[in-house]
């Protein structure tokens, strides 16, 4: 099973940026989708950032401010994460799924950061 580690949250005034990332190791080659979904207090877990078969998909409330990439060579997933809002304020998890519907043994995900943003 893939074991991830996320880094790059912290504390940033709005309108700022961080970068987030998500180091892999172990086995991920039955991995389809690599995300990231959030967290935020009080809310359900929702996806953020998704790259699934070519396919790359953002919620709409980070669209034009949050880009999705990875280093396929290091294992290495990224969010960069400009503009931020404090309705971004959350906890940030890195996923490396079978797929995004059906849960499987297989699914990994990271501990969290947490990403504040004050107004």
């Known amino acids: 099973q893939a074991h991830l580690v996320e880094s790059g949250g912290g504390l940033v005034q709005a309108g700022e940026s961080l970068r987030l990332s998500c180091a892999a190791s172990g086995s991920i080659f039955s991995m389809n989708v690599m995300a990231w979904y959030r967290r935020a207090p009080g809310k359900e877990r929702e996806l953020v950032a998704g790259?699934?078969?070519?396919?790359?998909y953002y919620h709409d409330s980070v669209k034009g401010r949050f880009t999705i990439s990875r280093d396929s060579r290091e294992g290495t997933l990224y969010l960069q994460m400009n503009n931020l809002k404090p309705e971004d304020t959350a906890t940030y998890y890195c996923?490396?799924?079978?797929?995004?519907?059906?849960?499987?043994?297989?699914?990994?995900w990271g501990q969290g950061t947490l990403v504040t943003v004050s107004s």
């Open positions: 996923a490396m799924l079978v797929d995004y519907v059906t849960p499987s043994a297989l699914d990994a």
């Open positions: 790259i699934s078969g070519g396919r790359i």
